[in-house]
């Protein structure tokens, strides 16, 4: 059952929510095949500035006041391009957070960036491919000014010495789900969402850690991801790729070879390389980068 409540000046507001929250409710349960609590309810309030949280059975959805002073667009988890992005990642919280805890402030990761990555996913189900770049390239902006101040596995303690939140949120929330989005594309759509199944259904109502979530996609996938793990969630570098191709023709049409060169340590990750024919025909290839040299060799009939 969903419920929504609000004061008389949000009343209106929390109407116009009811929809989205029913719809993003109905959205993961079908993801994970089952929602962790029978009730859920809504509770639009007033605020200075947007947010909101979210403990079991229900959520707070804070509703910025007209007449804040303060402004909230130069904020990692600012998505102007699509206000239900906070209501989707404060639902998502009732899977991740709630119906799975973290173990201790290093895990926070697995209950905000897990909950950042599902409002992503419902923003692509609910308006395309368009939204998620758009996103998506946010959340790598913001990542890549912030990266070397701490890896993802420092929770809540990234920018606390130096009082600027802004980095905990670059890395907690959104490097997060960037890393998540890459391990999908490392281990394919199937395996991913099988080891965040296997992953809900052992830790339902307890706590976990990264290895518990290292551990079910391993399962799922039959790869073993501990460097993945290694270099993203517990490391602060960024790997640093050079990239060439050829093309020589083929029987059927061309064969256009990939090839990337890692500098230094050696990341796994997925790389999207487009290929444009001369009559505008297009391709997406996603390139598995897991050595110092990886080629791939590509045939297409343009």
């Given at each position: 059952?969903?419920?929504?409540?609000?004061?008389?000046?949000?009343?209106?507001?929390?109407?116009?929510?009811?929809?989205?929250?029913?719809?993003?409710?109905?959205?993961?349960?079908?993801?994970?095949?089952?929602?962790?609590y029978?009730?859920f309810?809504?509770?639009?309030?007033?605020?200075?500035?947007?947010?909101g949280?979210?403990?079991?059975?229900?959520a707070?959805?804070?509703?910025p006041?007209p007449?804040?002073?303060?402004?909230?667009?130069?904020?990692?988890?600012?998505?102007n391009g699509?206000?239900p992005?906070?209501?989707?990642?404060?639902?998502?919280?009732?899977?991740?957070?709630?119906?799975v805890?973290?173990?201790?402030?290093?895990?926070?990761?697995?209950s905000?960036?897990?909950?950042?990555?599902?409002?992503?996913l419902y923003?692509?189900?609910?308006?395309?491919?368009?939204?998620?770049s758009?996103?998506?390239?946010q959340?790598?902006?913001?990542?890549?000014?912030?990266?070397d101040q701490g890896?993802i596995?420092?929770?809540y303690?990234?920018?606390?010495?130096q009082?600027?939140?802004?980095?905990?949120r670059?890395?907690?929330?959104?490097?997060?789900?960037?890393?998540l989005h890459?391990l999908?594309?490392?281990?394919?759509?199937?395996?991913?969402?099988d080891g965040?199944?296997?992953?809900?259904?052992e830790?339902?109502y307890?706590?976990?850690?990264s290895?518990?979530?290292?551990?079910?996609?391993?399962?799922?996938?039959?790869?073993?991801?501990e460097?993945f793990?290694?270099?993203?969630?517990?490391?602060?570098?960024?790997?640093?790729?050079?990239?060439?191709?050829?093309?020589?023709?083929?029987p059927d049409?061309?064969?256009?070879?990939l090839?990337?060169?890692?500098?230094?340590?050696?990341?796994?990750?997925?790389?999207?390389?487009?290929?444009?024919?001369q009559?505008?025909e297009?391709?997406?290839?996603?390139v598995?980068?897991?050595q110092?040299?990886?080629?791939?060799?590509?045939?297409?009939?343009?």
């Amino acid at each position: 059952t969903l419920s929504v409540v609000a004061n008389p000046r949000q009343e209106g507001r929390g109407r116009s929510l009811r929809a989205d929250a029913a719809d993003m409710l109905r959205y993961y349960a079908s993801l994970m095949g089952t929602a962790p609590y029978p009730a859920f309810t809504l509770a639009v309030t007033e605020a200075q500035l947007p947010g909101g949280h979210s403990p079991a059975y229900f959520a707070v959805l804070n509703q910025p006041l007209p007449s804040s002073p303060f402004t909230w667009r130069n904020d990692p988890v600012n998505f102007n391009g699509y206000p239900p992005f906070f209501l989707a990642h404060e639902i998502a919280h009732q899977w991740w957070g709630q119906g799975v805890g973290w173990k201790n402030y290093h895990e926070q990761w697995l209950s905000e960036g897990l909950a950042q990555y599902f409002a992503l996913l419902y923003a692509t189900h609910d308006r395309g491919p368009g939204l998620e770049s758009d996103i998506l390239r946010q959340m790598r902006n913001w990542s890549l000014r912030y990266s070397d101040q701490g890896p993802i596995y420092l929770g809540y303690r990234l920018g606390h010495v130096q009082g600027r939140h802004q980095i905990f949120r670059a890395i907690v929330y959104n490097k997060s789900a960037e890393v998540l989005h890459m391990l999908r594309r490392l281990v394919g759509d199937d395996a991913f969402f099988d080891g965040l199944r296997r992953f809900y259904k052992e830790y339902t109502y307890r706590k976990a850690g990264s290895d518990d979530l290292r551990r079910a996609m391993e399962a799922a996938s039959g790869v073993s991801l501990e460097r993945f793990f290694e270099r993203w969630i517990y490391g602060v570098d960024i790997p640093r790729l050079h990239f060439s191709s050829r093309q020589q023709a083929a029987p059927d049409g061309t064969l256009v070879t990939l090839r990337f060169e890692q500098e230094g340590e050696v990341f796994d990750v997925p790389v999207t390389v487009t290929l444009i024919g001369q009559s505008g025909e297009r391709r997406d290839v996603v390139v598995k980068v897991t050595q110092a040299v990886t080629e791939v060799a590509v045939p297409i009939d343009f």
